[in-house]
């Protein structure tokens, strides 16, 4: 074999080798994908800090378990782990090979959070699973009751499968119910995601971005608010009513609960077929000026201009 050849034959290992590598990462095999760096080692152009990656590697086989909650708790912070940030590139497969692993160990009857920060639905996102996402966030929603992160779940769900009404709906749901408790990064549609961007951009906060998405979402038009929903419509009472009774609340608190009394008067006049103000929507429009004046007669001005009063 001439020199070139055996110069070909390295760059393909090293092509190879590394391939493997990530193929052992995908299906979180530690141990394989170790013994693939090692043998990437032996050619023309390995990384850099390769050894130092066999060695974090080391340690992440430490807990390669079949225990749920351990494999969930690293996943869930795989990002923040300090011993992963050497694999920037490669975290992505760390993380597909994180759920299937824990995808393989869930089970049907399981719909409650697996740990405090990582549910189900999560993991059957990562791995496509849409049927089980929809499974395990209508039994959630049945048995332990509303979550805004659940119904982004919904949502995602729902985008990925092309119905673009449904998506909305469930997005509403969550926005309006506590949009501090939802991730961005399950943030859907599409408008909806550019509406928080430029909040973000404006305001130069992500959190505030939030708090404002609600009602500059409604003002456009965005939303889809269902008139004839009893479960949720019941949930929103309760919220109210916990509210009504709080002496002293952060503007943050009076925004959501302005939210909460917005989507129950956007449900009664959705619903008023006679086109008249009812003495309940009255009331509630009355407390919704008492919370937050400015915010108020913006609602006012753009049901006006749409002649929607």
């Known amino acids: 074999m001439n020199v070139s050849s055996k110069q070909t034959n390295l760059f393909d290992d090293e092509n190879y080798y590394r391939n493997a590598y990530h193929v052992a990462l995908r ?3 530690i141990e394989q994908a170790i013994k693939e760096l090692k043998k990437w080692q032996k050619t023309f152009f390995p990384p850099a800090d390769l050894h130092k990656k066999i060695i974090a590697l080391m340690k992440l086989a430490t807990v390669s378990t079949d ?31 994180l759920a299937l692993k824990i995808y393989n160990l869930l089970t049907e009857q399981e719909y409650n959070f697996i740990i405090p920060a990582l549910h189900p639905a999560e993991i059957y996102i990562e791995m496509e699973d849409f049927k ?14 509303e979550k805004p992160l659940i119904r982004q ?32 990064n399950y943030l859907c549609p599409g ?4 509406k928080f961007d430029y909040l973000s951009q404006m305001t130069g906060s992500s959190r505030s971005a939030l708090l404002r998405l609600p ?10 608010i269902v008139p004839n929903d009893d479960h949720f419509e019941k949930y929103l009472r309760r919220c109210i009513n916990k509210e009504r009774k709080i002496a002293t609340r952060t503007v943050e608190e009076d925004t959501l609960y302005f939210y909460h009394l917005q989507y129950l008067a956007e449900m009664l006049r959705l619903r008023n077929t006679r086109k008249v103000v009812s003495r309940e929507l009255m009331d509630i429009r009355t407390e919704m000026n008492e919370i937050n004046n ?5 609602y006012m001005n753009v049901l006006s201009s749409s002649f929607l009063v």
């Open 27 to 29: 299906e979180f095999n």
């Open 67 to 97: 225990d749920i909650n351990v494999l969930s708790e690293l996943y869930a912070g795989l990002y923040n782990t300090d011993y992963l940030t050497l694999f920037k590139d490669e975290r992505r497969y760390i993380k597909r090979g």
């Open 132 to 145: 089980r996402v929809f499974s395990v966030c209508r039994q959630y929603l049945s048995h332990v009751g």
């Open 153 to 184: 779940f919904e949502a995602y769900a729902y985008y990925q499968e092309g119905n673009s009404n449904s998506t909305a709906i469930s997005t509403t749901y969550a926005i309006f119910d506590n949009v501090l408790q939802c991730n961005p």
């Open 191 to 194: 408008s909806f995601v550019k």
């Open 215 to 224: 009602f500059a979402l409604w003002k456009d038009g965005k939303t889809f």
């Open 294 to 298: 400015d915010m108020f007669s913006a």
